[in-house]
């Protein structure tokens, strides 16, 4: 079983910074693509970063400039600097890993149980 957890969330001030992790445990072949999302009280998910399995990133609007997200593939695990925080980055936020679990097999989707970072004004 693939399982993700998460870490680093917590209470900041505004204009403070975060760093949240990811580890990807279980029997898998390889992590080809790792995904940030969040959820603010009565929204919809959505994507923040993700990091592609080429290589490339990608990253929603708002966290253009105050997000980066960075993998080790050596620690099969995900990061995401958070800087220059707002009291609208408050959400849970979700890790998560597209696993392809045994080479030449399709990939699969994971999630973390989510992270919560409130930021206060």
């Known amino acids: 079983q693939v399982q993700l957890a998460e870490s680093g969330g917590g209470l900041v001030q505004a204009g403070g910074s975060l760093r949240l992790s990811c580890v990807v445990s279980?029997?898998?072949?390889?992590?080809?693509?790792w995904g940030w999302y969040r959820q603010a009280p009565g929204q919809q998910r959505e994507l923040v970063a993700a990091?592609?399995?080429?290589?490339?990133?990608n990253y929603a609007d708002f966290a253009k400039g105050r997000f980066a997200i960075s993998r080790d593939n050596a620690k099969n695990a995900v990061y995401l600097q958070m800087d220059s925080l707002k009291p609208e980055d408050t959400a849970i936020y979700f890790c998560?890993?597209?696993?392809?679990?045994?080479?030449?097999?399709?990939?699969?989707?994971?999630w973390g149980q989510g992270t919560q970072v409130t930021v206060s004004p």
């Open positions: 279980g029997r898998f072949y390889i992590v080809s693509g």
């Open positions: 990091d592609t399995s080429g290589g490339a990133t």
């Open positions: 998560n890993a597209v696993v392809r679990r045994y080479a030449g097999r399709p990939t699969d989707s994971y």
